[in-house]
């Protein structure tokens, strides 16, 4: 297991912006792809954003599309998430998870490691 740690959450305002980090205890995470996904309250786990594992391939939900930045650090084994232009509909627990292979993937169903999330909060 690669053991992901989140970090950055919090609550913030409208319009406002947050980066959440994810670091990885395993160097080998660095060979796969990895994503974000998110969950709200009474709703499904949903894909955010996703990066192959060289970082040349990235892909975002059309929800978060010119807001929201991933990226990772494969000499710190650490995977980013900025977040600016926040809004209410943004406020979800983030959960960041490591794919199966190294391709950057929308689907929850290709990721098999996944951290205990971070709590995103925007207030109006």
């Known amino acids: 297991q690669a053991q992901l740690t989140e970090s950055g959450g919090g609550l913030v305002q409208a319009g406002g912006s947050r980066r959440l980090s994810c670091a990885a205890s395993?160097?080998?995470?660095?060979?796969?792809?990895m994503g974000w996904f998110r969950q709200a309250p009474g709703k499904e786990r949903e894909f955010v954003a996703a990066?192959?594992?060289?970082?040349?391939?990235?892909t975002y939900a059309d929800s978060v599309k010119g807001r929201f930045t991933i990226s990772r650090d494969n000499a710190k084994i650490t995977l980013y998430l900025q977040m600016d232009s926040l809004k209410p509909e943004d406020t979800a627990v983030y959960y960041c998870?490591?794919?199966?292979?190294?391709?950057?993937?929308?689907?929850?169903?290709?990721?098999?490691?996944w951290g205990q999330g971070t709590q995103v909060t925007v207030s109006s």
């Open positions: 998870a490591v794919g199966r292979g190294t391709i950057s993937s929308r689907d929850l169903f290709d990721y098999d490691e």
């Open positions: 395993r160097r080998t995470v660095s060979s796969y792809g």
């Open positions: 990066i192959s594992a060289s970082g040349g391939y990235i």
